[in-house]
């Protein structure tokens, strides 16, 4: 079992910088691929970027050039740096652990563990 707790969300205006944490606690953690997701006001859930145990990664086309996931396993913590912020990042996000598959973008059914999400808002 694992358990996830993000953390970093809050308010930037546009074009601003957030770094989103997450905590991970239990066995197994630095085993497991982990991966961010965002779900945005009326829309579902999407992936914007992965990486596994041997550091390697991906992102959404929505994510790419402007985040950044990274992970310390010393801390148990998966980071995403998030730059240039638009308002249609505006959402909740949320962290996630153990992926059945390995695809481009992310798909939230391939997780098993997930965080209680944080909050975004990117608005003047």
């Known amino acids: 079992q694992v358990q996830l707790v993000e953390s970093g969300g809050g308010s930037v205006q546009p074009g601003g910088s957030l770094r989103l944490s997450c905590a991970a606690s239990?066995?197994?953690?630095?085993?497991?691929?982990m991966g961010w997701f965002r779900q945005r006001p009326g829309k579902g859930r999407e992936g914007l970027a992965m990486?596994?145990?041997?550091?390697?990664?991906v992102y959404a086309d929505s994510a790419k050039g402007r985040f950044i996931i990274s992970r310390d396993n010393a801390k148990n913590t998966l980071l995403l740096q998030m730059n240039r912020l638009k308002p249609e990042d505006t959402g909740v996000y949320y962290c996630?652990?153990?992926?059945?598959?390995?695809?481009?973008?992310?798909?939230?059914?391939?997780?098993?563990?997930w965080g209680q999400g944080t909050q975004v808002t990117v608005a003047s």
């Open positions: 996630a652990a153990q992926c059945a598959r390995w695809r481009i973008p992310p798909r939230p059914e391939d997780f098993t563990y």
């Open positions: 239990g066995y197994g953690y630095s085993e497991y691929c």
């Open positions: 990486l596994d145990n041997n550091g390697d990664t």
